[in-house]
């Protein structure tokens, strides 16, 4: 499993409440992603981070911040929390493997939902 | 722009039958191609990946997956399916290397086997 957890793994909140989710990862990758997962459309990617305290935005970005201040935890903030963010949330890290091959290994997810 | 296509949303089977799940994908370079595993309420599991040293690749729990360049496909398969291998698989290629490793995603396929 890569050694990574997310917690919470499931969230109630209402409308207009901040909410942080967070990613932690045990084994010291240096790149780290979030998604969200809506049905019909796949995973798609909200922020990632490729060190401590940088990153750069994903294809869905709006409404979404991060920070990571150490390199185990990649926090995921939606500032003023809407319904279009009910949705199941994945962190993700990236490994490096032989040849520079890439492979992104997933957490088990959160499942948020905003009423 | 690079995208990955999977041509069926939803495919059924009988227990022991083969299994083919079909991908496509369209991109200005080669790229690395994977398949992961979704069991409902469950995290994404790697299946296998396609880096370029093998068209045939193996994966976990029999599956393989051949790539053909020129028909840019990437499909899955499996020589008899099992009621377990029920879920929902997505075929994935990695993105350009300065956009920070991000992934294209197959809008995915459901897998049903019938007793």
């Known amino acids: 499993d890569a050694g990574i957890t997310q917690s919470p793994r499931h969230k109630v909140t209402e409308t207009g409440t901040p909410v942080t989710l967070r990613c932690h990862q045990t084994e010291n990758h240096r790149y780290m992603y979030w998604y969200r997962q809506d049905p019909g459309h796949g995973l798609r990617l909200i922020h990632y981070?490729?060190?401590?305290?940088?990153?750069d935005k994903g294809e869905v970005s709006d409404g979404y911040s991060v920070s990571r201040s150490k390199t185990e935890d990649f926090l995921l903030t939606l500032e003023s929390a809407t319904s279009s963010q009910t949705s199941v949330y994945f962190c993700a890290i990236r490994t490096r493997g032989r040849g520079g091959t890439d492979t992104q290994y997933f957490g088990p997810g959160t499942r948020l939902t905003v009423l | 722009a690079q995208s990955v296509t999977q041509l069926d949303s939803h495919v059924s089977v009988s227990e022991g039958t083969p299994v083919l799940l079909r991908c496509n994908y369209s991109s200005s370079y080669s790229p690395s191609l994977f398949w992961y595993v979704q069991h409902p309420n469950k995290g994404l599991q790697l299946l296998l990946k396609y880096t370029s040293a093998a068209t045939l690749v193996k994966g976990i729990n029999g599956f393989e997956a051949e790539f053909k360049k020129s028909e840019t496909s990437f499909h899955l398969t499996k020589p008899s399916a099992h009621m377990s291998d029920a879920a929902e698989y997505f075929c994935v290629a990695d993105g350009p290397y300065n956009q920070g490793g991000k992934l294209i995603f197959g809008q995915g396929t459901e897998l049903s086997v019938k007793p």
């Open positions: 981070s490729y060190g401590v305290k940088d990153t």
